[in-house]
């Protein structure tokens, strides 16, 4: 049986208001987090916060009922609500479906697959992302990027800043105020100044040394929004903040007021009731975002059956042959690697970490005829001689699940179990050997100690936990060979 289980309100089961009180700043997803890890039975969690849903994933051990929005209603102190759930394959198929954006408000739009990325990495942050997860979201978001790229069909209808600047045109504004620094927002004001908008964009005094301001857009202190507002024909509100940005009573008090108001967050950042001041409109995300036809929408998702039976399939059959837990299983037998020599030529080899284990497993790999990538925010000084000559390529960063999709084996050896541990699951799921240092277990095949000689090579490997002896048997084999070339 299959122990994950998904439940949760999006904007077809739920309406704005609705869903405005299970709308999660990250702050407040952390503490949910928080209080996640103290229940029993329940192995992992992932929550997936934006203005049209809020749903909530769960891995769960052998004999653990857990309804996950009874849950979530029950954590977030809210009255308890019903709500669908899937569990097994068809939440499989249901996150794979989100990352394609077919399950969005607005067919195939972009943002949701930078979402879902984001709440995985978040709770994997919180220690709440466990290995069946790991699979569960890496098999889903590597559909949604395939779709993207592969299937131009299900992105057919416009992403929510395109449907922006469809509305200040058909208002002919001209001159545009945008409330917010955030992704949706800077997304907008991207959007209209490739349309020719003249653009402003409010920050918040204390945000101004960090904040990225689109190219072509004007910037103003937050504090000076109303005296400043009459100047606009259009606004655009899109923050995360849990008050309003523009009140309905302000707004009144007004000479003018911008003749159009749009407001694309949840919590709403615009007072529904400026939306009945005189020649005003106001449109929320769930105005905004027409309708796909219904024709349109049955071809994306014909279009999409393949890459679901694959994507959803292959984590179904991750799932029944996966390995027991570590404590469940028995002592491996002796000798249970067998030690096979492999072309490996053209073969790309990463290894994450940049310290003196890694530094090892680099300088072993350079002996091969295959190319060597380093992923580590810092290298030991040999390691970083060699990527200045050349030799290795050095990506100056944390791990990526991304660097995976071109590897032909891995090597995690890092000073952060949780970064291991995600390389090792990661790279399994995906069939490529991998040797985690610090965890025998995690790994598909055991670094080995190699002895060149001439045409000849010598590996060896212990069982994974003895390498004392193994470097003092390779040390040995070594003499010999030399005693042997020099009689």
Known sequence: MLHIAMSGVDHTTAGIQQRECFSLTVPQQKALYDRMRQIPGLLGAVVISTCNRTEIYLSLADGTDLHPFHLLCRLLELPQRDAP????????????????????????????LTQVKNAVALSRARGMADGVLEVLFRSAITCGKRVRTEAPVVRGEASLARQVVEKIKEHHAQKVLVIGNGQMGRLAACALVDAGCQVFMTLRQYKYRQAEIPFGVTAFDYQQRYERLGEFDGVVSATLSP?????????????????????????????????????????????????????????????????????????????????????ELREAPPFSHFPFFVDVSGWKALVVGGGKIASRRVMTLLRFALSVTVVAPRVEPELYRLAEEGRIQWEQRPFEPEDLEEASMAVAATNDREVNRQVGLLARHRRIPVSVADNREECTFFFPAV??????????????????????????????LRDETEN
Not at 102 to 109: K, V, Y
Request: aromatic fraction near 4%; include cysteine; hydrophobic fraction near 40%.
């Open 451 to 480: 002895v060149p000689n001439g045409t000849t090579v010598v590996a060896m490997a212990g069982d994974g936990v003895n390498h004392t002896h193994v470097a003092h048997t390779a040390h040995k084999i070594r003499e010999a």
């Open 243 to 327: 008050h309003y940005t523009l009140e309905t009573e302000r707004l009144a008090s007004l000479e003018r007021i911008p003749p159009l108001l749009l407001d694309l967050a949840v919590p709403r950042d615009i007072q529904p009731e400026a939306g009945q001041l005189p020649g005003v409109t106001l449109l929320d995300v769930d105005t905004l975002s027409g309708p796909l036809l219904e024709e349109k929408r049955r071809q994306a998702l014909a279009a999409l059956e393949p890459y679901l039976e694959r994507y959803v399939g292959e984590f179904m059959d991750w799932y029944r042959r996966r390995p027991a837990p570590p404590q």
């Open 85 to 112: 759930v899937l569990t097994g394959e068809d939440t499989a198929r249901s996150l794979c479906l989100l990352c394609c954006g077919a399950r969005s408000r607005i067919f195939g739009e972009d943002q949701i």
